[in-house]
Every structure is written in structure tokens, then in C-alpha cells.
């Protein structure tokens, strides 16, 4: 019997490699995106397939691609809102000025241009906080046409003998006196000029934590937490740019869009990337 002569063998075997159909388009996309949980199941193979770990790191990299355009389109409409937000609050005079008496009007108009803010900004916020009620009183404590709480009157007025908490009229300490119209705007506008200057400039921020407290301001997202804050500011925005106020929500509906988009595929690059150095230190081992 002859032998059998080896190498037309290895031609054979060579010809079935080069035979085997190539994955299609489609084939990847399904393979990327099912590649995390055929990754977890490569835990559980002695041997890692390289085809699985590739799609894995095309899916990283698809996702980290879309986390920097929804990162850039947030930000992009975060400088629109700003934009939106420094018309609001800008200190041109066509159809932002409230009615108001003139010598209200004088004292509003020096306490600003003292503090280099809006006065039509001032004039909104007394609008919204009290309708320009000097003995104004809110359920929390709040005094006067800003609004006033004592914990920033006694900040603001160090030295005054009045501390703040007495009803209008119950006591009289005549000017220095919380519900006094100058001194009250006066404190009112030094709190929001500090506040404006605390958030580097961004009024909507100032103005939220004027409405809801320092500490009730998270960074982390545009709309405030509490409805009545974002009734106020909406308040506001109306008395100051009607014609804007549509155009704004629209906006700020996007940028929310954006923002929420970009933080759940940020979270989840972060996931995958754990995920690919569990597997890689699984391997490691065997």
C-alpha cells in the first residue's frame, strides 16, 4: 500500500480557510451591538474570541464618538440659552422697564448702576417678589419689596437694630428698619449682584438661588429643582422678554435633551470600559 502523501492534505486544509464566508455589514452592526453580552458569556470560554473583543472595542469607540457630539451640541446650546438669558436680563430699556413711580424708580436705578447690574432686572425681581408691596411679608419670613430674609439682613446691615423678624408696623426702628424701602432694596441688590458674581455672571443661576436659597442651586442640571423657582424665573423672563419666552423653552428643551443623552452614554463607556478590564484581567489569569 502507498503512503499517503501529506501535502495535497495541506492544500486542502489551506483552500476550507480561505473558503469561509466573510461577516457582512450587517453581521458587524448586530455583532457590535450584542458584543457586551457575548462578552460575559467569553468569560466562561477557555479561549477568548478575538472577533468578540473587536466589535466590543468598535462599540466603545461608537459611543464615545457619540458622547463627544451630544457633549458638543450641549454645550452649544448652553451658550444659546446664555444668549437668550443676557437678553433677558440685558439693560437696554425698550419694553423692560416696568411701571413704577419715580421716586422708586430713582432709588431702583441708583442702588443698580452703584452695583453694575440691571436695573430692569431689579424692577422685575421686586415685581415677582412682592408687586412692589413695601410691607410685603412672605409665609417663610421673607420681608419687604425684595424679600428679604433675616439671615441676609443681619449680614448685609450688621449694626441695625432691627433684626428682621417683626411684622410691618409692629415695631419702629423708623429708617433702619428691614421694611424701609431704601435700605431694602439696597440689601436686595447687594445680595444679587454677590450672588451674580458667586455663579461667574449667570443671572439664571443668581436668580435661582435668590428665589430658592445658595444651597438648593445644583450645577448639574439647568432647570431648578423646586417648581416654584421655575415659575419664578419664568416670571421674570416674561416681564423682561416677552417676544423670547417661547424661543427660550424651546431651547432649553433641547439643551435638556442633549445633556441627559450625553450623561447616559458617558455612564455607559464608563460601564464598558469596567466591564473590558474585568475581562481582560479574567484572561490574564488562565
Known amino acids: 500500500m502507498s503512503p499517503i502523501n501529506p ?3 495541506r492544500m486542502i486544509v489551506n483552500k476550507a480557510k480561505y473558503a469561509q464566508p466573510r461577516t457582512s455589514f450587517f453581521q458587524w452592526l448586530l455583532l457590535i451591538v450584542g458584543s457586551p453580552f457575548l462578552l460575559l458569556i467569553d468569560f466562561f470560554r477557555p ?28 454645550e452649544g446650546k448652553s451658550g444659546h440659552l446664555e444668549k437668550l438669558l443676557g437678553e433677558f436680563y440685558s439693560m437696554t ?3 423692560g422697564a416696568l411701571p413704577v413711580s419715580t421716586e422708586l424708580q430713582e432709588i431702583i436705578y441708583g442702588n443698580a448702576i452703584m452695583a453694575n447690574i440691571s436695573p430692569q432686572l431689579v424692577t422685575a425681581v421686586i415685581q415677582v417678589e412682592s408687586s412692589f408691596r413695601p410691607n410685603a411679608r412672605s409665609p417663610k419670613g421673607a420681608c419687604g419689596l425684595m424679600q428679604i430674609t ?14 428682621g423678624k417683626h411684622l410691618p408696623g409692629r415695631v419702629n426702628h ?9 435700605l431694602n432694596i439696597a440689601t436686595g441688590v447687594r445680595y444679587l449682584k454677590d450672588l451674580i458674581t458667586y455663579f461667574n455672571g449667570e ?10 436659597g445658595l444651597t438648593n442651586v445644583d450645577l448639574e442640571r439647568l432647570e431648578p429643582k423646586y417648581r416654584e423657582t421655575r415659575v419664578y424665573l419664568q416670571r421674570i423672563g416674561s416681564l423682561l422678554a416677552p417676544d423670547h419666552h417661547e424661543q427660550f423653552w424651546d431651547e432649553y428643551n433641547s439643551y435638556s435633551f442633549y445633556k441627559t443623552t450625553f450623561r447616559w452614554l458617558f455612564y455607559m463607556v464608563l460601564i464598558l470600559w469596567v466591564l473590558l478590564i474585568v475581562w481582560v484581567s479574567v484572561r490574564l489569569e488562565r
Open 150 to 163: 433675616p439671615l441676609v439682613w443681619r449680614y448685609y446691615n450688621p449694626h441695625s437694630q432691627c433684626d
Open 203 to 212: 443671572v439664571g443661576r443668581a436668580l435661582e438661588a435668590y428665589n430658592a
Open 174 to 182: 423708623g429708617k433702619d428698619c428691614i421694611y424701609d424701602v431704601e
Open 93 to 95: 430699556g425698550e419694553g
Open 47 to 74: 479561549v477568548g474570541a478575538k472577533k468578540i473583543l473587536l466589535a466590543y472595542l468598535w462599540l466603545i469607540f461608537l459611543l464615545i464618538s457619540l458622547c463627544a457630539l451630544f457633549y458638543y451640541l450641549s
Open 7 to 9: 501535502v495535497p492534505i
